[in-house]
Nanobody, 127 residues
Framework: QVHLVESGGGSVQAGGSLRLSCEVT????????GAWFRQAPGKEREGVAQ???????VYADFAKGRFTVGKDNAKNTLYLHLNNLRPEDTAMYYC?????????????????????WGQGTQVTVSS
């Protein structure tokens, strides 16, 4: 059984930073596509970044230059470093895994490709 457990959200002022973590259990040899999504109140869920088993990364335009996605295969953990945060980054952040493939398909917003999701961690940025 695959489980994703997120941590690291919180409240920061604009310009601040946070590191989100997502511990992945139940997937063999870290062979999966991992991703981060977010959803703000009243808005649709949107992709933030994704990383495949070989380390190839895709970012949403709003994340480029500010957010960094990473993966520690030894700890089977996904990370999302959020820097220079803005109030519009306020959202629930979710990690997701496509355990059927080590490659990512469909683009950064392709949430339908992912078969396992974390519970979400709240990020709140004040101005």
């Amino acid at each position: 059984q695959v489980h994703l457990v997120e941590s690291g959200g919180g409240s920061v002022q604009a310009g601040g930073s946070l590191r989100l973590s997502c511990e992945v259990t139940g997937v063999t040899y870290s062979n999966y596509c991992g991703a981060w999504f977010r959803q703000a109140p009243g808005k649709e869920r949107e992709g933030v970044a994704q990383i495949d088993s070989s380390g190839d990364i895709v970012y949403a335009d709003f994340a480029k230059g500010r957010f960094t996605v990473g993966k520690d295969n030894a700890k089977n953990t996904l990370y999302l470093h959020l820097n220079n945060l803005r109030p519009e980054d306020t959202a629930m952040y979710y990690c997701a895994v496509d355990s059927t493939s080590g490659y990512c398909f469909g683009g950064v917003d392709a949430d339908h490709e992912f078969n396992y999701w974390g519970q979400g961690t709240q990020v709140t940025v004040s101005s």
